[in-house]
């Protein structure tokens, strides 16, 4: 409160006579004084998931000025709104709201700057803070929930990627086709047909390569000479010429890289060799299915035998000789 003073006042006139007045005299500021605040506001932290609260009365707010009302307001820099999760209540000062995974970076706190005016009316004070939300973002949550499926889908893309090499190699049990035979200038010329082979049946083929010895052709080249690859009816035909007997792999390959079949081609000096070479194959399936049952017999033999021993009989011998 201003001091009162107390003035007195005398009057005298010209015979000495005099009378005096004393008053009190009371001086009033009426200079408004903005708004203290007399406790800072530092960093808050909301973290995700759990409420947030801020009550500003805890900070002792003040206006200097007697009967002033205090009105306060609370945006971001730039009279841009609060964050959608955090509210304000003007007539209780309070600060609340519940951030979610939304409201966060990912893999980092999310920084809010705060703006509080604080009015009489008259004056104005402006204090600021940081409000920092922490915790895990939706994104964060999503990438730790997707990295399985991620590493699935890498070794999947790894595989498709592969998916020729992965074929080419396990696989050859179903490319595979029995051997083809050609022979040394003998006409007609060799020919085999895409159209005769079920595994080629509406395959696109890009190109068939020659493997010699389970090597390319000098020069890289796809096929011997005298091999052609007829695009337009589908087919592989020619006469090999002298000096190239052996054996050599046909390999036809779609355009995914993939084999689409494989087979052995033997070529031979002449018809003889040819006939010698194909009878030789067959030779040794007979001699096993013989194998097998004379094996048998014999088996058979001695097990009645052991039987009948004790009796005097038995089994004539496989050779038609006597017991």
Known sequence: MPEALRITVRATDPDGAYALDTFSLTVEDTTNQPPVVQNSVGSQVAKVGQPFQLNLKEYDIEDPNPGDTLVLTASQP???SLPGWLHFNATNWVFSGKPSMWDTNTYADRQHTVEVRISDGKASTIISFYVFVEGESFWELFIKAAAPIGTVLSLLAAAYRYYDLLWNTFCGRWYRLPEQYAVVEQEPAYQWLFSECARLQGKKIKKVRVLKDGDVLPDKKLRP??????????????TPPAKTEGAMTVRIYGYDGRILAEFELRIF?????L???????????KAKKGAALGSMF????????DNAGEMGKGLLPLDGGDD
Request: hydrophobic share 30%; no cysteine; aromatic share 8%.
């Open 78 to 80: 730039g009279d841009r």
């Open 225 to 238: 000479k005298w091999l052609l690859h007829d695009t337009d009816d589908g087919a592989l035909r020619g």
């Open 269 to 273: 000096k002449d018809q003889t060799a």
């Open 275 to 285: 006939v010698a070479y194909t009878a030789a194959l067959r030779q040794p399936t």
């Open 298 to 305: 014999q088996v058979f033999r001695r097990r009645r035998g």
